[in-house]
């Protein structure tokens, strides 16, 4: 009996331990990239290990690792904390903090900003992410694998149908990645893509290392940085994009795209986080986009017959790289985004269609479940109309928004320097600027309205369900068609919440309403 009861008492503390164990839960930490320095700001540890904190001249720090379970988080500050604020808030992250050091817990995949004292300066973006799927080997056919514990210098890679980048976490890659006519493609893994030089590249200086001389400027150097050109079932997910300094991910013409768990972390001018350009059936789901310009943009600006209207496709590209194919231009549809956190700088919007929107249909548009935790300028949610195109059929639903300092809802039809009846030269835009509600936007003179009235596109058929500002200022809002025909329409806004308070009525809104019509705020 007595070896009974003993054998029964190990096995029973041998249960508890393996209870406390799963409790615990576990996180995987990436290798250090050799020879780079880490953020001097903050030092993050879980569960007692510590992870490799990447320096960012956004300023911001972040790191990023893997979660197992329920995971102890460590953060020490260099700085003296008297406040932190960890947002997403719909996260419910509650901090604790002492001194300089903070710590909290976490159950689940999130993606946090971590602000100390009350401001913007130097945050900290936290990175839980899921444990990792389908992960390649470096033998896995048609697998260009970039390992951990190094940074890479492979310039432009240029992918081909069936095959996959892999950027393995704790690896960080200097280059760009280009696809054009190409099928089933996919970029992956927990490392780091790193820009930085995105806007004076010359590849075979990246590729011999010779940072050190590539041009302070340099026409012709301007690289987008995953750009698809008129490709079908595209993937990227999981990779960080550091210090972008163009457009960042950005589908033309393509079919079929999903972006997932992708963060995006800049500060620079036209850092677009995602831009969507004449394409259709695209999920973007589970993305971090900290942006100086706009975090994700929907275009359509490029007119059959006259060729893209891009400044990066072919620059330095070999004489085999096939050019976007003008005949097969499609409308834009059947966007969905949901389940995204944004930050939006200086520039641009959070969520925004335009400017550029030619000829062609923009429809069936979702941006859905998402968190605005800041936007320091522009609007949270836009519409700008430049182009002839009609918008339609577009869905603002489950938006919460922490901190706006500008503009809430912003649809508007207008004359932009982007138009096709827009100007090129900086002189004469200039003269023609219209300095007020939005950036880039051109006067129409009154003796040439009707001239300039067909050149203007269509806003119709848009709901705004359930959109609450939880924190910061009331922001102003805009409707503003061009003239009685080119009007902004039937728009619905429904369940919109202020500080709690629900909206019912337009004059509680502080909107701005000029031809728009069939306007209902329930």
């Known amino acids: 009996m007595k070896i009974t009861y003993n054998r029964v008492k190990l096995l029973s503390l041998i249960a508890n331990l393996f209870v406390v164990f799963m409790a615990q839960g576990q996180a995987t930490i990436y290798p250090v990239p050799e020879g780079l320095q880490a953020s001097p700001d903050y030092k993050v540890f879980v569960n007692g290990k510590e992870v490799f904190v990447y320096a960012s001249p956004v300023p911001a720090a972040y790191c990023s690792f893997e979660l197992h379970g329920n995971v102890q988080v460590t953060i020490k500050a260099s700085r003296d904390i008297k406040w932190v604020d960890v947002r997403p808030y719909s996260a419910g992250v509650k901090p604790v903090f002492k001194d300089s050091t903070i710590t909290f817990s976490l159950s689940k995949p999130l993606q946090l900003s971590v602000e100390l004292n009350g401001t913007l300066k130097t945050p900290l973006f936290l990175f839980a992410n899921p444990p990792e799927k389908n992960k390649p080997s470096k033998e896995t056919p048609n697998v260009l694998f970039f390992e951990a514990g190094k940074i890479h210098y492979p310039g432009i890679i240029y992918l081909k149908s069936n095959q996959q980048v892999y950027i393995e976490g704790g690896a960080v890659v200097v280059g760009v990645i280009k696809a054009t006519r190409e099928k089933n493609i996919k970029v992956s893994g927990y490392g780091v893509l790193d820009g930085s030089y995105n806007n004076r590249f010359d590849d075979a200086l990246i590729k011999e290392k010779k940072i050190e001389k590539l041009p302070i400027t340099g026409a012709g150097y301007y690289q987008r940085f995953l750009e698809f050109n008129d490709c079908e079932n595209v993937q990227v997910e999981n990779i960080t994009l550091h210090n972008g300094t163009s457009w960042q991910i950005v589908p033309e013409n393509c079919r079929n795209v999903h972006i997932n768990n992708v963060k995006i972390i800049s500060d620079q001018p036209s850092d ?18 900290r942006t100086k310009d706009d975090c994700i943009a929907i275009k359509a600006y490029i007119k059959k017959g006259t060729g893209p209207r891009i400044d990066s496709v072919l620059v330095q590209a070999p004489a085999t790289f096939k050019k976007f ?18 930050w939006n700088a200086l520039w641009g919007n959070a969520l925004e269609i335009g400017f550029e929107l030619n ?44 901190d706006a300092r500008h503009k809430l809802i912003d649809f508007a039809i207008f004359r932009s320097r982007y138009s096709e009846d827009g100007v090129e030269d900086e002189t004469e835009m200039r003269k023609q600027y219209l300095n007020g509600a939005w950036d880039g936007v051109l006067a ?79």
Do not use: W
């Not at 986080?273 to 971090?288: A, M």
């Open 272 to 289: 677009d986080g995602i831009d969507i350009v004449h394409s259709k059936n695209v999920v973007v789901e589970n993305c971090f986009i």
């Open 325 to 342: 194919n003008t005949d097969l231009i499609q409308d834009v549809d059947s966007i969905l985004i949901r389940d995204c956190v944004m």
């Open 359 to 402: 000829g062609v249909d923009v429809k069936n548009i979702s941006f859905t479940n998402c968190d605005i935790i800041h936007v320091e300028a522009g609007a949270v949610l836009s519409i700008h109309n430049a182009g002839t195109s009609t918008v339609s059929n577009v869905l603002f639903d489950n938006i919460r928004i922490e």
């Open 444 to 522: 129409v003179p009154a003796e040439k309205k009707q001239y300039h009235a067909q050149f203007r596109g269509h806003i119709q058929d848009i709901v705004l369900n359930n959109i609450q500002i939880t924190g910061g200022i009331f922001p102003y809002s805009i409707l503003c068609g061009s003239d009685e025909a080119h009007a902004v329409e039937n728009i619905t806004i429904s369940g919109m919440q202020v500080y709690g308070k629900r909206i019912e009525a337009i004059e509680k809104l502080r909107m701005y309403v000029e031809h728009s019509k069939k306007i209902q705020v329930r």
